[in-house]
């Protein structure tokens, strides 16, 4: 349940001044006179936080006397709660806060009292994602249906043996083969991690820091070792659960083992969980933002807001975070870097997507170009294709790259796939179970796209009684084919004959005679939440784009081009995106994860050290560092020019379906603007009046005008929530009331953040 309030301060972490957030219910009446204190809401956005506790910081007044504080919620004193920390400020957990709005009041002794309203969600969720599919299968050792269990600790260190991978660690019984590390603040310290693993929205998260046993920890006195820096780790692919799983392991990246069954690469060669967590990053990850077992934008970002909570209440306050992870890891940093910024003040994506929607375009038209040149029986008498010719229609001369594609990803699409936490029996089935657990991505998403209109409801829909999650797939008026077309590389028999063949793709993810057609709005959801990235908020975001060359891998490499074509278009340049093209296949090179580490943190902390009063985004590019730069050696048909990586030839970087149809390389558009077919266009060869008539009957409004915005595309209206104040679903979302991030989320310097 989610009740919006007003209040709040909004200061700097290790800072008591700023400019807090004053809003209707934040102090007394007029008449009362001005506060005598302020208070900071460390932890999160007073009307996000969750689990029942919140980090609080009292601002006194400069002779403000600790021992005259009071403070209570909902008139209970919770003043023992609060006290003077070494680091010079006032500062206390809160405990036990109820569901909903919670009021809290601080004044010294008779002075007017500050207040503010903390809205506390279940640690089960959900906080803004609206209401949690059905069913869900929680964890065995789950002790209620949220799937809640007490937090678990377990130790790791690294050996003097540098043969050894990480070995647990004996409190009880240490080891004498222990490591040391040194981290980037120049502290020493015993190579020894602790792990807590935990469960928030019904599931998973992991947290790993360097650890001293024996010694003590809150979040306002942390270790010494640790530097208050975040990295969170990210799993690769896009798939659907209906139940927990297990978080992506903080030790490795989330990328070799996710994607080619390539054994974890450690921090002898590259593993940059490994390299922060020695130079002091606490190193986070969470199973619902692995994308591989939930491709949801939405509980992907919720995910994160609730376990960066949690960690700053329990370990303290960041100066910033960083993202890393390769394919599907690549893809949760950029979409919800750019749906819900502040999460991340840096991202390090490798091998990388911009979003999920736009790549389901891409894999919707490999499968039914597949199942057509797969299928000679489909061509038309006379009509013959060539290997060679696939490609020409594909974009992509290595058809080997179409059927990864599509055997990899195309299936959570499908709602009669098998996922993760479901059976034959509680499974969708159009006929025998249409009321069943849909397995496609669009149902696990449901609050985002909304149900489709009772219009346009299937037989399976009726029965079901309810609408399912409606399509933002569309290839109406798509002339596949086009440029092979004009370069004469195909002929206009072929051309007519895969169009009027092509076909579409069903709710249900099967293959139809006619052409998809999108749900009107869903389509606008899919833009507005930012489901399609259009890259119009990651001009807060540092970005150092980690790839290699595309031979067949299903990890094409124009994507790294097609966020710069939608950075320029949103913000007139791409200055905060640094590409590094490297040789090596899809990875770019093995040095990449830890190599951008170290560039990004330089990055960030030139940011940090800026105090001046202007946009995080100004910040982000004139903070750059000299020599974080795009770095493209030896790439057959990519060069360095002017200082930036550009597709000069071919060899290393090739298209899709859609941009042989006439698409940019952004990529972006889903359901495109028609215009009427004109004989004078470009058509290569030209058609007979014969011809002309048949692609007349294939488009009979019109073909696709790119060079046109896409039908509803617009910008990703940032933090959007999908819940009303009683918990109902708020389809497509609507925005949350504007806040500058937690003042314990990052550094100072990192605040002007929109909104």
Request: hydrophobic share 35%.
């Amino acid at each position: 349940m989610l009740f919006w309030a007003c209040g709040g301060g909004d200061g700097a972490p290790g800072t008591s001044a700023g400019s807090p957030d004053r809003g209707p219910s934040a102090g007394g009446s007029p008449s009362e006179g001005k506060p005598s204190v302020d208070i900071q809401v460390l932890s999160n956005r007073p009307d996000l936080v969750s689990a029942d506790d919140a980090l609080i910081e009292i601002i006194l007044p400069e002779q403000g006397d600790v021992a005259a504080l009071r403070v209570d919620v909902d008139g209970k004193d919770v003043t023992s709660a609060f006290a003077r920390r070494a680091n010079g400020r006032v500062m206390g957990l809160l405990t036990h806060l109820a569901l909903g709005p919670n009021r809290l009041s601080a004044s010294l002794a008779s002075g007017v009292p500050r207040r503010v309203e903390i809205v506390n969600h279940p640690n089960g969720g959900p906080v803004f994602s609206g209401p949690q599919v059905q069913h869900w299968v929680c964890q065995a050792s789950a002790t209620d249906e949220a799937c809640n269990q007490p937090v678990a600790y377990r130790f790791f260190y690294r050996s003097t043996d540098p043969n050894k991978d990480w070995q647990a660690y004996d409190v009880e019984h240490p080891p004498s083969d222990i490591a040391m590390t040194t981290t980037d603040a120049g502290v020493t310290v015993p190579f020894i991690v602790r792990v807590e693993t935990g469960y928030q929205d019904r599931d998973q998260y992991e947290i790993g820091v360097l650890f001293q046993p024996g010694s003590p920890w809150e979040a306002w006195a942390p270790q010494t070792q640790w530097n208050r820096k975040l990295l969170i780790t990210h799993g690769g692919s896009c798939g659907v659960s209906y139940g927990a799983g297990d978080a992506p392991s903080i030790f490795y990246d989330g990328s070799a083992g996710n994607i080619t069954g390539l054994p974890a690469i450690d921090n002898k060669i590259a593993n940059s969980p490994t390299v922060a967590l020695g130079r002091g990053f606490a190193v986070m990850s969470t199973a619902l933002d692995n994308n591989g077992h939930n491709c949801n934008l939405l509980t992907q970002a919720e995910s994160l807001v609730m376990a960066k909570e949690h960690l700053i209440e329990t370990y303290g306050e960041l100066r910033y975070t960083i993202g890393t992870g390769c394919s599907g890891g690549s893809l949760s940093q950029q979409w919800i870097a750019n749906a819900y910024p502040g999460i991340y003040q840096g991202i390090l994506p490798q091998c990388s997507f911009p979003d999920t929607w736009t790549t389901t375009t891409q894999v919707g038209d490999y499968h039914l170009l597949r199942a057509y040149f797969e299928n000679p029986f489909k061509w038309k008498f006379g009509v013959l294709w060539t290997p060679l010719q696939f490609g020409f229609v594909t974009g992509h001369p290595n058809y080997l790259n179409v059927i990864l594609s599509d055997t990899s990803f195309f299936s959570a699409a499908v709602a009669t796939y098998a996922c993760s936490g479901t059976t034959a029996q509680d499974r969708y089935d159009p006929v025998t179970n249409p009321g069943g657990v849909r397995c496609g991505m669009a149902d696990l998403a449901i609050n985002l796209f909304g149900p489709r209109s009772p219009d346009v409801w299937t037989a399976s829909e009726r029965a079901a009684g309810r609408g399912f999650a409606g399509l933002a797939m569309d290839n109406t008026g798509v002339p596949y084919g086009l440029s092979a077309l004009q370069s004469w590389m195909i002929t206009p028999d072929q051309f007519i004959d895969l169009n009027a063949k092509i076909g579409g793709i069903d709710i249900d993810g099967n293959v139809t005679a006619q052409r998809t057609v999108a749900d009107p709005s869903a389509l606008a959801n899919a833009y507005r939440s930012g489901a399609i990235n259009e890259a119009n908020n990651m001009g807060q975001v540092a970005i150092i784009d980690l790839r290699g060359p595309d031979h067949g891998l299903a990890h094409d490499t124009y994507r790294s081009w097609a966020l710069r074509a939608r950075l320029d278009r949103a913000q007139g340049h791409h200055k905060n995106h640094v590409l590094w093209f490297g040789q090596f296949p899809v990875f770019g090179g093995l040095n990449y994860p830890r190599e951008g580490l170290f560039a990004m943190d330089r990055w960030l902390s030139a940011v940090e050290a800026d105090a001046r009063d202007v946009p995080l985004s100004q910040k982000i590019l004139e903070d750059r560092p000299a020599d974080v730069v795009d770095y493209c050696p030896l790439v057959p048909g990519v060069q360095n020019v002017d200082g930036d990586c550009k597709v000069t030839g071919s060899g290393s970087v090739f298209g899709t379906p859609r941009t042989i149809a006439g698409d940019a390389i952004s990529t972006d558009i889903t359901k495109c603007q028609l215009k009427p077919l004109n004989r004078d266009d470009d058509y290569g060869p030209g058609f007979s009046d014969a011809q002309w008539a048949e692609l007349q009957a294939i488009f009979p409004d019109g073909v696709c005008d790119y060079r046109k915005p896409g039908v509803s595309q617009s910008g990703a209206t940032p933090w959007l929530v999908y819940q009303d104040a009683v918990g109902h679903a708020v389809y497509g979302g609507q925005p949350m009331p504007p806040r500058q991030l937690a003042a314990g989320w990052a550094n100072a310097a990192f605040s002007k953040v929109v909104p």
